[in-house]
């Protein structure tokens, strides 16, 4: 069974900190790691598709890390800023390019002014 | 470009009664999935769609069934429905076997309860 986990479950940040929460996944038949970013009563939005170990992504103030030999991948916010607080989740394929995404529970993270 | 959408936004249905959730795709998508949430979890994959077919199944009984249209908008249905099929439904639409790494998209959600 694929298990896909994160931590923490929440987070509450000042307003400028900057964060991190991670993501943890079986490192066998590793292909792809997705992250989102989920708005209370918005669609999921694709932040991040990661494939490569080592890989480093960036979106702004948002940048996310990946490590497929140890199954973990952070994402870190800079200066966190309250139009950033959603939860963040990520999710791997069940399967070699497959888009069956298996998800962690997501980081819900707020950001206080 | 319009994105993916979803109807009805809610819904309350009783134990035992069946509903059915529509989802439209994003244009120019040939692939559908659809999630399902329950409170305090990610998203289950339920089962996906790619050009009217089913192309994949989760853990989830018969009783969850689905249909893709030409046009590839989708539909779950439920048939028989229990409390604890109470959750928020995602679809998501995805472009394949054009793209390598499946992007998907995904809509607003259906939030359903069962009472």
Known sequence: ILNVEQ??????????????????????????????????????????????????????????????????????????????????LCARPTQGGSEKLVFGKGTKLTVNP | ETGVTQS?????????????????????????????????????????YYREEENGRGNFPPRFSGLQFPNYSSELNVNALELDDSALYLCASSLRPLALIYEQYFGPGTRLTVT
């Not at chain 1, 900190?17 to 590793?30: A, G, K, L, M, V």
């Not at chain 2, 069946?18 to 439209?24: D, K």
């Open chain 2, 8 to 48: 009805p936004t809610h819904l309350i249905k009783t134990r035992g009664q069946q509903v059915t959730l529509r989802c439209s795709s994003q244009s120019g998508h040939n692939t559908v999935s659809w999630y399902q949430q329950a409170l305090g979890q990610g998203p289950q994959f339920i089962f996906q």
């Open chain 1, 7 to 88: 931590s923490p479950q929440s987070l509450h940040v000042q307003e400028g900190d900057s964060t991190n929460f991670t993501c943890s996944f079986p490192s066998s038949n590793f292909y792809a790691l997705h992250w989102y970013r989920w708005e209370t009563a918005k669609s999921p939005e694709a932040l991040f598709v990661m494939t490569l170990n080592g890989d480093e992504k960036k979106k702004g103030r948002i940048s996310a890390t990946l490590n497929t030999k140890e199954g973990y991948s952070y994402l870190y916010i800079k200066g966190s800023q309250p139009e950033d607080s959603a939860t963040y």
